[in-house]
């Protein structure tokens, strides 16, 4: 790992296990550890790196954002994990925040098709998204919010739901992992 990816790989690293373990037990991320994350993250860039580390803190809070933001408008995923996203753009810029969200993707669909076998009702998970890329755009957040807290609620959520903090944290350390083999930063 290069010396400039020390420090923010490291505060990535812990607020990713943060960020799963809750998930992971409760389906959710907090506000008490997105919002500061992203906030120190945009100082310790201003601070170390100047302008020019500031801004692309900046844009990989924007692409953090950005990319999860559909997911959510689609009703297919909760606000926490864009947040979440959006916070470790601030520490990692627009590049590894890019890698990040490929890598939590892919993991997101391993364990996806996982739950598809495991389950062994392969149609129903494969109609669900289906009918997410084929519903119109929602009027609103809040219609996407409903969804996500209706698929939370059911009592089968273990079977149906990604927790995907921890497919980020999955990604966090395959990341590093390649960061640590290539030097890259």
């Not at 100047?50 to 997911?71: D, E």
């Not at 939590?104 to 495991?118: E, P, Q, R, W």
Request: glycine residues 12%; charged residues 10%.
């Amino acid at each position: 790992m290069s010396p400039s990816l020390l420090i923010p790989g490291t505060v990535v690293l812990i607020a990713a296990l943060v960020a799963a373990l809750t998930d992971v037990l409760r389906f959710r991320v907090s506000n008490l550890l997105t919002l500061p994350l992203l906030a120190a993250g945009l100082i310790y860039h201003g601070l170390v790196g100047g302008l020019p580390a500031l801004a692309g803190s900046l844009l990989g809070v924007l692409l953090g954002f950005g990319v999860l933001f559909v997911f959510y408008r689609l009703g297919g995923m909760g606000f926490g994990d864009v947040k979440l996203l959006a916070a470790m753009g601030a520490w990692l810029g627009i590049l590894l925040t890019f890698y990040l969200f490929l890598a939590s993707s892919l993991a997101a669909g391993v364990y996806a098709v996982v739950l598809i076998v495991l389950n062994a009702r392969a149609g129903r998970p494969w109609r669900n998204l289906n009918n997410v890329w084929r519903r119109p755009a929602p009027g609103g957040h809040a219609e996407a919010d409903d969804r996500v807290v209706a698929e939370l609620n059911r009592p089968d959520r273990r079977r149906r739901v990604i927790p995907f903090a921890a497919m980020i944290a999955v990604g966090v350390v395959a990341l590093l992992a390649w960061s640590l083999v290539t030097g890259l930063p």
